[in-house]
């Protein structure tokens, strides 16, 4: 699912991360029904990230569909990837200016959202759960994936890593929080501020703040 998620990411476009504003709204609705074919100079739906490794070839298509799925299909048609939110009251889908692509329902709730599947990228607002990662680009002309990557494991515990070249295959830490058993969400909240939240006694109101 992962991978099917970054081809799509792939064709909703990269752009330069703009001002933030705290009172971010829906900058540009797509309504059901819309579409986007990946073309040499064609339109696009902006999106915050990327996934260099997974490009789709020109002519493929994502389309909001009229049932409410977003749906990636290869030039010749066939389904790469869709949401499987049929039938959840998906009524548009939306580029908010905090970067987020959300899949919405008629009261604005997210039903789907990009935030959900960081690739190398995080914004303000945005959180990484357990199994999330963000992976720097190879190069600066190359967004394929590089060397470092920045990672909340399933235990908890939140690390920086080297990644073996070209295996994908991530080496000893070379930091870690040391929150394994705790820790469970990183932020990135509206004042710029990230950090690790973790828990003790059952309580979730301890950090670990990250300063760049």
Known sequence: MALQISYLLSLLLLVLLLPYSTT???????????????????SYWASPCANGDNLVPTGSKVELTKDGQL???????TEIWKSELGGLG??????????????????????WQSFDHPTDTMLPTQTMSMGSKLVAHYSERSYSNGRFQFALKM??????????????????????????GSGFQVVFNESG??????????????????YF
């Open 155 to 180: 235990d908890g515990n939140l690390v920086l890593q080297t990644l073996a070249f070209p295996i994908d295959w991530s080496n000893t830490d070379y930091w870690a929080s040391g929150a394994i």
């Open 71 to 77: 749906v990636l299909s290869d030039p010749t048609g």
């Open 90 to 111: 998906v009524v548009y889908a939306a580029m908010l200016d905090t970067g987020n692509f959300v899949l919405a329902s008629q009261d604005g709730s997210h039903l």
């Open 193 to 210: 501020t990230i950090y690790l939240s973790y828990k003790r006694k059952h309580t979730y109101d301890h950090i670990i703040k990250f």
């Open 24 to 42: 971010a709204q829906a900058s540009s609705n797509q309504s059901l029904g819309s579409s986007l074919i990946a073309q040499e100079n064609g």
